[in-house]
């Protein structure tokens, strides 16, 4: 008898916010693991902003998904069938898998993870892509200095959470921009932000100013459009913007027109970079073991908005686009045997 499991593909490439039409849920049948291969039961599935930008047709860091195709993206399983020397029935891994209940997968896709050191939903969070993201972007390019200002957008996000707390670890001054009272409370409460902007309330440009009275030397970027406009008068002399991401333009329809970042770069020898978390692939073992060390002694803590049941991934990736995430954004598939 052959066993079906649900997958979710991508049959329309959206224009403008994604709706719940672009997506299908489909049956398919659960794979048989090949020699060299384990099949994985999906425990937990990441929703990331970026991949927003994986459901456009054009040249990006990563190919584009292809419609009526599977969406993929970090997942967190565990091994049902192992036909690989070093994986066991019960072993936990993660990689980057497909919105699918069920996966086959080679050894080169997937690595095991240690559910003793953190809860497995972790690895996708800040012993994930997110937490190596916000630990590579704001060390690497920001290198914030002791008594320096940093500030953060989308700060109460499974990356800015991350980078406010390195930052406070590296004895800055942190400032953090979030879309309501709750994170902003959150980031100043619990995280120890020194200071923390609702952009929906609040003058961005007056609320930075007052917030940053030496000016800003790091701007970690994960917003862009008035928000990041906003920070460029504030530049310190050789301020660095690392730029992780562009939220707030992912679904425009038309091009985004702003500020000219040109003449502030120039007046404060700044550095604007952007990055993806890949281009430090050969040093994950240092950042994993840096996050995992502040994690142990308490220096550091995470928030996790999960979201039950494989039927509503398609709703905790929208959600992404109303700023209903605390933290990392998952997605709870089945329970760890």
């Known amino acids: ?34 020699e060299g291969e384990v099949l994985i039961r999906t425990n937990y599935i990441s929703v990331d902003p970026y991949l927003r930008g994986r459901m456009n047709d ?13 969406i993929s993206s970090g997942v967190v399983g565990q091994v049902v069938e192992s036909k690989l020397p070093n994986y066991e029935k019960g072993d936990i891994v993660t990689g980057m898998l497909g919105w699918q209940q069920y996966s086959v997968a080679k050894e080169s896709e997937i690595r095991k993870i240690d559910t003793k050191l953190a809860p497995a939903s972790a690895y996708l969070s800040v012993l994930g892509m997110t937490g190596l993201t916000a630990y590579f972007g704001l060390l690497d390019i920001g290198q914030p200095k002791e008594g320096e200002t940093v500030v953060v957008s ?18 800055t001054r942190v400032v953090g921009i979030a879309g309501s009272a709750e994170k902003t409370d959150y980031l100043i409460n619990e995280l120890g932000f020194d200071a923390a902007i609702n952009y929906k309330t609040e003058d961005v440009p007056a609320a930075l100013g007052k917030a940053c009275p030496n000016g800003i030397d790091v701007y970690y970027e994960n917003v862009g459009g008035e928000i990041g406009d906003a ?26 027109v702003g500020l000219r970042v040109q003449s502030y770069l120039i007046k404060s020898s700044a550095l604007m970079k952007g990055f993806t978390v890949g281009d430090y692939s050969e040093r994950f073992k240092e950042g994993l073991e840096a996050l995992a060390g502040w994690l142990q002694e308490g220096k550091i803590q995470y928030e996790e908005t999960i979201t039950e049941g494989f ?16 933290g990392k954004a998952i997605v709870k598939v089945s329970e760890i045997e």
């Open 1 to 34: 008898m052959i066993r079906l499991q649900q997958q979710i593909k991508l049959v329309n490439r959206p224009v403008g916010t994604p709706v719940k039409e672009d997506f299908e849920f489909t049956q398919a049948p659960i794979g048989e693991p090949a």
């Open 58 to 70: 054009v040249k990006s860091y990563v190919p584009p998904f292809e419609l009526n195709t599977v």
């Open 154 to 171: 989308g700060a109460a996000g499974a990356v800015g959470s991350m980078v406010g707390q390195i930052a406070k670890i590296k004895g």
């Open 231 to 256: 920070v460029l008068p504030l530049l310190n002399k050789f301020a660095r913007i690392p730029v992780c991401g562009a939220i707030s333009a992912y679904n425009n329809k038309e091009a985004d």
């Open 311 to 326: 039927e509503n991934t398609i709703d905790a990736f929208l959600d992404l686009f109303k700023g209903a995430n605390l």
